[in-house]
């Protein structure tokens, strides 16, 4: 079909071709099945059978919940429009509270004692910048450093009496776990058949439903819960309203202060629960001094790289989670692997740009998949000491390529002060 021009006797113009583009709802849906295709590629070429193992996955779930946790916290925050670097600190809180009551009065009473020690923690962050206009970094970092003293005072206070350590808590008891049966036990005996491509569904499958508990649950449900909230309610409407144009909202009738403070309880609220899900996770059950480890700001990267929406988010923390799971399984043999499944992963990505005719990003893409793979070719292991750190490696990598299509809420870190939409 042709466009013709207005004046006369002009050639049409032919509109410029239509460009490949996966719908937006089915993009997480392919991500995970090109995902699972590159692990079952290099798990069949490498022999590193962990790569799609059940444990594997489970190990993932667990260790992905805090980074989920505390990003939500992130999304919540800065919908409003209130950067919250203090996220790590509200975790730290959590860890404290969830293992002090947790201790006393069971695994339920971990979670309420980790959401308000974190709320308390948003109170303070949203007290500093909401009411007294501190800037957002300042604040969140003295929040941090503030959580680590208050929590080593408590817990030589409260702690070393009974477990004779001043940097640990006592045995926290935590939930029973279960598996979503039959299912489970057909995924696991369909795993154990060792068939291309098939086991290795299951076995990543059959990990995701075993060894649940209800915090694993509550997570997961939390990521449809806030995209509800928040993208389709008057309230989501409101507070995101807050985030991007505050005096807008403001002369709209918006009560953009009590948005914003809401938002960043919320926030401090599920950091901690964040810190009870490190309390609560069945290698642990108890508080640890500095067992938080920075997980705080990968949830904050977390959220980054999944652009400020839930299931992006989701994608962000499972990443993290399953090479975390992963190292702590299999070590630096199996990290070395996952360096062949980048390279994989880049021609795929190469092989999409090039179909979108980007030919810049196809070469870049194309570039960095050699060099990934000359690194897998050229050492035979990835040292334990590397190995260590490779969830953060892989998500400054992944925030890297994130980085061109990020798009943050207009007024993120901006001062606002009450009567300026009038």
Known sequence: MSIVADAPGARPVEPPPRRFRIPRWARPMAAVIVGMVVLSITATLTGQIQLTSSGTAEAAV??????????????WSERAGIINIGLEGMMILGTWGGAWAGYQWGPWAALAGGLI?????GLLHAVATVTFNVNHIVS???????????????????????????RESPKVQGFTEFSIQPLADWLKAVEQQQRVFVSDVAGLLGGVLTGLTPLVIIGFALVP?????????????????????PVAAESLGVDVL????????????????????????PGQLGYLENQVGGRGYIGLAAMIFGNWRPAGLLGGA?????????????????????????????????????????????AVALAAGILVYLIYFSID??????????????????????????????????????????
């Open 225 to 245: 819960v806030s995209y509800w909230i928040l993208w389709r309610t008057r309230f989501g409407l409101r507070l995101r309203s807050c985030g991007e144009n």
């Open 381 to 422: 292991t990835v040292p334990r000491e590397f190995a260590t750190y490779a969830p953060q490696l892989v998500t400054v990598l992944v925030l890297a390529v994130a980085s061109q299509r990020l798009r943050p809420p207009a007024a993120i870190g901006v001062e606002y002060r009450k009567g300026e939409g009038d």
């Open 318 to 362: 499972a990443l993290f989670g399953y090479v975390d799971g992963l190292q702590l399984r299999a070590g630096g043999e199996a990290v070395h692997a996952l360096l062949y499944a980048g390279t994989l992963l880049a021609v795929v990505l190469a092989v999409v740009w090039a179909v979108r005719r980007n030919w810049p990003a196809a």
């Open 117 to 121: 020690f974190g709320a308390l923690g």
């Open 62 to 75: 667990r260790l992905l919940l805090p980074i989920l946790f505390a990003g939500l916290g992130g999304l």
């Open 140 to 166: 969140g970092v003295a929040i941090t450093l503030l959580a680590m003293g208050i929590t080593k005072y408590l817990s030589t206070l409260l702690f070393q009496p009974v477990s004779q350590n001043p």
């Open 258 to 281: 009590r948005h914003k403070y809401l938002a960043v309880l919320i926030s401090g609220g599920l950091a901690g629960l964040g810190g009870a899900a490190l309390v609560l996770n």
